[in-house]
């Protein structure tokens, strides 16, 4: 089995790890608050101080009148084997303090740091370590002392305060409370044992130590509370010589000070019977065998903490996104997979699954019809028109049988209007996969950790679709220019053909033969045209979409980020490690997690190996 001290300094270790990484607290049980500690709790001028520099064997802690003590301190005692006695602060990590007067006003110093000059108290702890040969493994949290009136400077809740302050420390089930009161009050009376009782009914979590016993009346003793009979505790009370305050006065060494506390109860007649269980010394060593036993009952459900905690820090790297590693090639196949995931997204709003499809259709089916309606084709085939186009196109000789001139000029004239919708139907699609190209760079949950690759993505998918918007221009161009360059004749031989109605019901106008140039003859050549365009405009609205299909949307499926993947290719690693920039907010936040991460695991396999070995 483990021993003692080994198994008490790995949870000392462990907690101090802890309290550097600031997991210390807030929401749900952290792996500190599962440590158990030991809670000083006792009314002002109990002797606390005193009874805590006994333990350490150090006078250390800022002394004075009032509320001396203004925030919690969280003292880890490690033994160590031989050397100089030396503390740390959490707060000055680099600082060792040999000099225990400094100690004194270091804690006085980070106290008014935090309060103020003033009498306030904060929750915000002090971390001290002391670090000895002469101290057993222990962790003790000084509080401040309970109190039942407020003095000048304090507001009118200073009572309340302190005692929820205190409270929010020893009702913690983990928590083992040392209850102080002094020998020369009625115990009846004790803040500390009144609060105990509240929190610990069953007193299964509580050590009571008297102090000042040499301070009592004569004739007097405080034997009925020692031997439990006063107030029964499920531990062995333990009573406290504190130092005088001559001897305070003197700096009177401390371990003379233990030495003449153990020659008190040796030779007393009260206490001689008990002196083998008081005095300083047996209460730490008391301590440190109950913290183990303690820990040892607790191991279980210490590790179902940790497994819980460790399974949650890993889902929550899984969510924000694990480490990137330093190499060129990882870098490389990372941008490359995170492009990928992008992808996927994109064809999803193209293919179905998500929006964004249907807009393409949209521009299909509803706006380039609706565009190709609104052309002016009965302005440009007016019979007015027609009349002016064709008598142009004939020149100074008026045409034989047919204007065939006339013809061309008209049709090429009304077929030219059809470029402005297929320009247009052009623009509305682009448009459309720039927004989908925007939206499927937000829903990429892989991309949302790298803003300058989200850029860097977002641009090279639009200069992309740039492309691929010329050569769709300049395709349902073509389509367009080729309805120009080539009629379709058997239209025309087909018109030809036919009987030409004969409008005229009055026998004194002349008949259709008499002149080629009346309104009805106009009127035929624009009705043609009007026929002829209109199975164009069936033909350019059927491929129109096929051109714009076939050059913009299935090439952006196809090979939307071929360039920029060969760009890629080609950069240097700083330039890769550039285009995977965090942001630092986040950056600090899976270090911290990965920190946390690490100090659990290692506290899981260190508490496996000591504790059952």
Known sequence: MATMESLIGL????????????????????????????AVVGGQSSGKSSVLESVVGRDFLPRGSGIVTRRPLVLQLHKIDGGSDYAEFLHAPRKKFTDFASVRKEIADETDRIT????QISNVPIHLSIYSPNVVNLTLIDLPGLTKVAVEGQPESIVEDIENMVRSYVEKPNSIILAISPANQDIATSDAIKLAREVDPSGERTFGVLTKLDLMDKGTNALDV??????????????????????????????????????????????????SKMGAEYLAKLLSKHLETVIRQRIPSIIALINKTIDELNAELDRIGRPIAVDSGAQLYTILELCRAFDRVFKEHLD???????????????????????????????????????????????????????????????????????????????????????????????????????????????????????????????????????????????????????????????????????????????????????????????????????????????????NFYAQVGRREKERLGAMLDEDPQLMERRTAIAKRLELYKSARDEIDSVAWK
């Open 226 to 275: 020692l031997e439990g009979r006063s107030y029964r505790l499920q531990h062995p009370w333990v009573g406290i010589v504190n130092r005088s305050q001559a001897d305070i006065n003197k700096n009177v060494d401390m371990i003379a000070a233990r030495r003449k506390e153990r020659e008190y109860f040796e030779t007393s007649p009260e206490y001689g019977h008990l002196s």
């Open 11 to 38: 949870v000392n270790r462990i907690q101090r790890a802890c309290t550097v990484l600031g997991d210390y607290g807030g929401e749900g049980m952290s792996l500190w608050e599962a440590l158990p500690s030991v």
């Open 116 to 119: 103020g000059k003033s009498k």
């Open 352 to 562: 179905g699954g998500r929006p964004g499809g249907d807009r393409i259709y949209g521009v299909f089916d509803h706006q380039l019809p609706a565009a190709l309606k609104k052309l002016p084709f009965d302005r440009h085939l007016s019979m007015k028109n027609v009349q002016k186009v064709v008598s142009e196109a004939d020149g100074y000789q008026p045409h034989l049988i047919a204007p065939e001139q006339g013809y061309r000029r008209l049709i090429d004239g009304s077929i030219s209007y059809f470029k402005g919708p297929a320009e247009a139907t052009v623009d509305a699609v682009h448009f459309v996969l720039k927004e989908l190209v925007r939206k499927s760079i937000a829903l990429t949950e892989e991309l949302k950790r790298f803003p300058t690759l989200q850029s860097d993505i977002a641009a090279a998918a639009n200069e992309a679709l740039e492309r691929f918007r010329d050569e769709s221009r300049r395709t349902v161009q073509r389509l367009v220019d080729m309805e120009s360059s080539y009629l379709t004749v058997e239209f025309f031989r087909k018109l030809h053909l036919e009987p030409e109605k004969n409008t005229n019901t009055n026998p004194n106008q002349p008949g259709p033969n008499a002149d080629r140039y009346n309104d009805n003859h106009f009127r035929r050549i624009g009705s043609n045209v009007s026929a002829y365009i209109g199975m164009v405009c069936d033909t350019l609205r059927n491929s129109i979409p096929k051109a714009v299909v076939y050059c913009q949307v299935r090439e952006a499926k196809r090979c939307l980020l071929n």
